[in-house]
């Protein structure tokens, strides 16, 4: 069999194990991501194809995972918690794994093969956002409860899992996603799909997203959507009308955007999340208490872990709380569910800043592919990726996939006869 062609197989059944949850959760060894394709990948490009180790992408994601993974993490960080330990792995693993294959399809520029993936991966998209949408008519809470304890208490929760609903790394790129089909949308001719299709398609992601009543990836993807319809000339002249309006806003009285909230939230089903979150909002806009023991609200609950978390950092700024035997730990902990600043706590300057860089370096040949009109809504779909971090944990195995391999790929679909440099 042609090496290509192996490649084709072994990437199929990447992205069907990490985005069909309903195949992966019905046959865990044959649809393993885990356990047989990611090293089984790993293993066919070491083998195969180990050049693409020398490209700066691969190499920035190696050192991420011998320093952080292994050296710094045992010596410089050994009091980390075993939770941020795992996670940190976890980033590895989904970080090395789509960075190898970005740099495979890419060298060799594999461009035909690399485009029937990025259709494959939004096929997948697809079905399991209507598995999503089915599984949350049976249980609305399901998608959170499945990522904290919380799925102890739902009912027939291994039955519902079975159906294959998106796990939160899946909302956050959906999320990336939606500029990208702005911009298919926005071309003149027939470059993918029909309009009146991508429309539908941007419809049904929104869908999915009110379906799963995962608040923070409601509002970003809603605010990517409008900046990614106003385009890259009219953002850029609205800036100055941008800052205005933002003033403005901070002038009315926020009893305002309370009873905005509330309604909007009252028009929802009582007992929904989505009800609460809008309702809990409320309240904390009008009792915007930050210390946690204090709060009653959800909200305020959340917007005080940057509080706790910054005099965790304050404590150990360069080298982090995971360098000494901090007194922070709650902290530390509860404040895992900020991606970026959790990190920034845990690593300190020193560490935070060598991470920025390696994910710099990741994704400058990405950028390097699309043109300059195509980059903008790239930029807005890595922007996404970059603010859900900020409001909450983002599960990093999905992003990679949408920002490496499928968005790309869907750029190619266009682009059929540019051969992007190397």
Known sequence: MPKSKALYYIAFMLLLSALLMIVSNNIPILASFRWLWAPGFLLFT?????????????????????????????????????????????????????VLLFAVLHYNRYYEIWSKLAKFGVLFIVITGIMTIVV?????????????????????????HRLGFGSYGYMTAIVALLPILVYFVKQQNRVWLSKRV?????????????????????????????LSFMGARRVSKSIGYIIVGVIL?????????????????????????????????????ENPVLEEDETTTGAGGRASRYPALLKTFLAAPLLGDASYNSPYTEEIGSGGHLYWMSRLALWGIFGFIGYLFILRQIFKPVL???????????????GSTIVLGLLKNIAVREPYIMLLIIIPGLYLVKRQYYTPPI
Do not use: C
């Open 46 to 98: 070491f083998i195969f194809d180990r050049k693409v180790f020398r490209t700066k992408g691969v190499l920035a994601a190696l050192v991420y995972g011998i320093l952080y993974v292994g050296i710094l993490q045992y010596t410089l960080w050994n009091y980390a918690n075993d939770w941020y330990k795992t996670m940190i792995f976890e980033d590895f693993y989904a970080m090395i794994v789509f």
């Open 136 to 160: 949350t008519e049976i249980d609305p809470l399901v998608v959170r409860g499945s990522y904290s304890s919380g799925y102890l208490e739902i009912d027939n929760y291994e039955f519902l």
């Open 198 to 226: 991508l429309i539908l398609f941007i419809l049904f992601l929104l869908f999915v997203l009110f379906s799963a009543q995962i608040f923070a990836n409601i509002l970003v993807g809603l605010a990517v959507l409008g």
């Open 249 to 285: 806003l901070s002038l009315i009285p926020t009893s305002f955007y309370a009873d905005t909230l509330k309604n909007i939230g009252n028009s929802f089903e009582p007992g929904t999340e989505l009800h609460y979150k809008f309702n809990d909002m409320a309240e904390y806009i």
């Open 368 to 382: 390097r592919i699309f043109d300059n009109e195509f980059r903008f809504y790239y930029y807005l779909s890595l």
